[in-house]
């Protein structure tokens, strides 16, 4: 949903005297949010105000009470309270009931907006939605409930409502939207209207975007938020609001965000709370409870910061502490689910998928309105398999609450399942591929997936993850996305939730995006990880392990260093190792999500080079006794966190030194350009900076264009000298490739090759000139290897399996040659007549006389006189033993098209 902003001009009412002007200045400064200078004008017109008509001396305190809360100045506006004129108590007793709110003084904020309501207050409207808002919280529903209702009364009545008035309305319409949803519509219609009728009100404004974050619209928060920030840029909760959406949209800087907003407010407990689920997040409960104190100190009865802290000791396994504090907000509010929801939600966080599942029942129980908790519940389930049970459950919420994004994104997705394929032919395994895939990518998806058990369990001293393990592919990156989150637009390629993992197919990329086995493989490394430690792993100790495990499987798997990651370590970006976690869960800046995944890796490089892999198996297993990291490395590596953030800066630069060398800013004579493009610009550069691996590699590459070819060499050659690591886009390897073809050095050329695809596991045309320069040197081992690498990148092309079945032919690999003719089916080519012949002549090679028969009999089907399918077909019946097999045949017939696998772009045949 898209909302304008109202651009406002602050216009001062008519002066009724010097005052009156006085005072429509010092609430515009409020408003704009120039607190200090609003509350010392306030103040002063608030206490002096005889000269002012008692409507003005009303809205003079109202405003300077509301400033004084809006900055946490809760003492101060009690103080306040003390001195205002005993006439104006009725009128000021709405703002004092939400002082006492705000301090958790609940009883006394009650009596206040009774008072209002009873003395018929401007603001009773205001005050009567607070008691309906505490008696929802902490009372009866039902008399919650019937004075919202109250509500649609009031807006339908005669007497002309003010903005604060159908402020109240729109909020009460949107909780009776609880049980009737058609009403949300109508909230947000009310904020509009609140928002017509005072635009300098931020109030609305802010309840809009905290709805859209309810119902996981996060665009649309930001944007609402960004309005009220356009009028005040110092609003706190506004400030807060912002943070929240920034980290739904999974921005960077969403700390120092929220920060901002307990600059203007150090008092206010809800930012309070939602920085301490940020450091939950990184398992700095010590910090995370220091913050959850310093709001409970404001207000010691909110339920927010109780469930947090509860949350927080839950995590940690403190039981009695943590049914000690839920019991307490159990008592306070015995209908207030939102304590299990949250704590559900921290266990996600903390990938406890089944604790989160038994926390939503926990809320369904005690509300059985939370539509949020029968979604988190059935998300939950989903995540854990339980397809049905998830579905049931996320049908309730759906009825309960069609707005939200998150249901309705997962509904639909499970409304897909029927398209896919299931197979459970190895009780180990349950593979899920969608039908239009599941023929082409299965073989391949359960090759990789048995290689990487076996090697796994023994990697992992024996262990076995409970079985079976779920594999679920998706051909659209946008399905795979809402299966991990619920919403699109997810960068992550696979994701594990313990004994089911989820992935993007090689059909939801472009084409040399990702090496979907090498994805594959690391989801799967995660399953062993959780399962060892009980989940209870650290998000950088398992994404870190994991990629690690991806290198030791094959060459060039896994992240892998580049200029602009070791410049990011030379700019002092990258984190130490012990602060990791939150380069994964607080990034603070767009590529460090990324950079924590590869300096993981290498740590884990450093430590099994160190001191092995058992150190590895036993931390896991610490993990899985409740140890926490520091503890683990003093005791079984006999060092502190500080001394290995030490050690590995020291293994870092030891290990990049050259790169890191050869990427230092070039020291350029005065002349030279600071954008060189020519070749006598980089050529000047290098003079003056032989040493320095972007100019080497820019002027090797210029040469190479204007066809150069021995000088473009030698550039490249240096290069490679001075960063040998990086097989990245441009890489120096690839234009030696390109260099040495031109000039028909073929060896040359296949050995830049081999050190390219040594470095990078999804460079797909890498791999395709590899294996056509191995073909020329008769390697037809090396040959066949370069292709089956190009399938793990993208298995899409007809005419990479028929050479790939060809090399496999030739080699004697009956299995392969066979995987590749199923493949070349698959994908439905024009000539499926000989598709289906090659595929008979295959089976019967490898000894399947059955499947031959079936498949050559599938051939004359479509092409009744193809004379090498008849001549195929008389053999089987005959029982001739395969022999040598004949020459792939094409039948001369064009069977018609249907829908088959397709690539984003088709099966294109090269």
Request: aromatic share 10%; charged share 25%; no cysteine.
């Amino acid at each position: 949903m898209k909302r304008g902003f109202l651009l406002v001009a602050f216009a001062t009412l008519g002066p009724s005297g010097g005052g009156a002007q006085t005072l429509d200045e010092a609430i515009s400064a409020f408003r704009a949010g120039t607190y200090e200078t609003a509350i010392e004008s306030l103040g002063e017109i608030s206490r002096s105000g005889s000269n002012l008509s008692p409507n003005d001396r009303r809205r003079a305190y109202v405003a300077y009470l509301s400033a004084l809360t809006e900055v946490g100045r809760y003492e101060d506006a009690l103080e306040a309270l003390t001195q205002a004129p005993p006439v104006l108590e009725t009128e000021l007793a709405n703002s004092a009931g939400e002082i006492y709110f705000a301090l958790g003084r609940i009883d006394e904020a009650r009596v206040q907006f009774n008072r209002a309501v009873q003395g018929r207050a401007v603001d009773q409207h205001s005050a009567r939605l607070k008691l309906a808002v505490i008696e929802w919280t902490y009372g009866d529903r039902e008399a919650a409930l019937a004075t919202f209702d109250s509500f649609i009364d009031i807006y339908n009545g005669s007497t002309p409502l003010s903005s604060s008035d159908l402020t109240a309305v729109a909020t009460a319409v949107r909780y009776l939207g609880s049980r009737e949803h058609a009403l949300f519509q109508d909230a947000l219609r009310a904020y509009d209207e609140a928002i017509v009728a005072d635009p300098g009100n931020l109030e609305p404004r802010i309840l809009i975007g905290e709805f859209f974050l309810e119902k996981y619209q996060g665009t649309e928060a930001d944007a609402a938020m960004q309005e009220v920030l356009q009028l005040n840029p110092n609003h706190p909760r506004a400030l807060l609001g912002l943070a929240r959406a920034m980290l739904f949209n999974n921005s960077v800087g969403v700390a120092e965000q929220v920060d901002k907003a307990l600059e203007q407010n150090e008092n206010l407990v809800e930012a309070r709370v939602f920085k301490a689920g940020l450091l939950i997040k990184v398992e700095d409960h010590e910090e995370a409870r220091s913050e959850l104190q310093k709001a409970l100190a404001v207000n010691p009865t909110s339920l927010e910061a109780l469930s947090a802290l509860a949350g927080s000791h839950y995590l940690r396994g403190e039981t009695e502490e943590y049914e000690r504090i839920r019991d307490q907000v159990n008592e306070l509010a015995p209908t207030y689910a939102e304590v299990y929801n949250d704590i559900a939600l921290l266990s996600v966080e903390s990938r406890k998928y089944f604790e989160a599942t038994r926390l939503a029942e926990e809320a369904v129980r005690i509300d059985s309105l939370s539509w949020r908790a029968y979604g988190i519940l059935g998300v939950n389930q989903l995540r854990l398999g339980l397809i049905d049970e998830a579905k049931a459950n996320l049908e309730t919420a759906f009825e309960g609450d069609p707005h939200s994004v998150w249901f309705f994104n997962t509904l639909l997705l499970m409304d897909t399942f029927e398209y896919y394929d299931i197979d459970d032919e190895d009780p180990r395994f349950l593979f899920v591929v969608h039908e239009r895939e599941s023929a082409l990518l299965q073989p391949y998806i359960e090759q990789i997936t048995e290689e990487a058990y076996e090697a796994l369990v023994e990697r992992y001293g024996g262990y076995e993850p409970p079985l079976p393990i779920r594999i679920e592919v998706y051909p659209s990156s946008s399905d795979f996305s809402v299966r991990t989150i619920g919403l699109g637009g997810m960068g992550a390629l696979g994701v594990t939730f313990g004994s089911l993992l989820a992935m993007d197919s090689p059909a939801a990329r472009p084409v040399g995006d990702f090496n979907w086995a090498s994805v594959l493989w690391h989801e799967l490394a995660h399953v062993f990880h959780l399962g060892l430690t009980e989940h209870e792993v650290p998000r950088w100790f398992s994404e870190g392990l994991a990629v690690h495990e991806q290198r030791r499987a094959r060459e060039g798997w896994g992240h892998q260093v580049d200029p602009a990651f070791l410049n990011r370590y030379r700019e002092g970006m990258l984190l130490p190792v012990s602060e990791l976690n939150s380069g994964f869960v607080q990034p603070d800046y767009p590529e460090q999500v990324v950079d924590s995944y590869l300096q993981a890796s290498l740590v884990f490089a450093f430590i099994e080079d160190r001191w092995g892999l058992q150190v590895i198996r036993d931390m896991l297993r610490g993990y899985r006794d409740g140890r926490a990291t520091p503890e683990l490395m003093e005791s079984l590596l006999d060092i502190s966190m500080d001394e290995l953030d030490r050690d590995f800066d020291e293994y870092f630069q030891q290990r990049f030194a050259s790169a890191l060398r050869s990427l230092e800013p070039p020291v350029n004579s005065p002349g030279i350009p600071e954008n060189p493009e020519t070749i006598e610009d980089w050529s000047r550069v290098v003079r003056e900076n032989p040493g320095n691996f972007q100019a080497r590699l820019a002027l090797g590459y210029t040469l190479l264009q204007e066809e150069r070819l021995e000088e473009a060499e030698e550039h490249l050659r240096a290069a490679v000298a001075l960063f040998p690591e990086y097989g990245g886009t441009g890489s120096p390897y690839w234009y030696l490739a390109q260099l040495h073809q031109q000039r028909e050095e073929t060896e040359e050329a296949v050995d830049a090759l081999e050190h390219l695809t040594a470095l990078n596991e999804s460079h797909y045309e890498a791999f395709l000139q590899l294996a056509e320069l191995k073909t020329e040197l008769g390697d037809t081992q090396g040959a066949a290897e370069a292709m089956d690498a190009a399938v793990l990148i993208y298995p899409y092309e007809v005419e990479l399996h028929d050479r790939l079945a060809e090399a496999h032919e030739a080699r004697g690999d009956a299995i392969g040659t066979v995987r590749e003719r199923r493949a070349i089916l698959a994908l439905e080519p024009a000539d499926l007549a000989g598709a289906y012949y090659n595929l008979a002549v295959a089976y019967n090679t490898a000894g399947d006389p059955t499947q031959a028969r079936q498949s050559v009999l599938r051939a004359l089907e479509i092409a009744p006189n193809f004379s090498a399918g008849l001549e195929l077909l008389l053999d089987l019946r005959s029982g001739a033993p395969g022999g040598a097999p004949p020459e792939p045949q094409a039948a001369g017939t064009t069977a018609p098209q249907t829908d088959g696998v397709v690539s984003p772009a088709g099966a294109r045949s090269r």
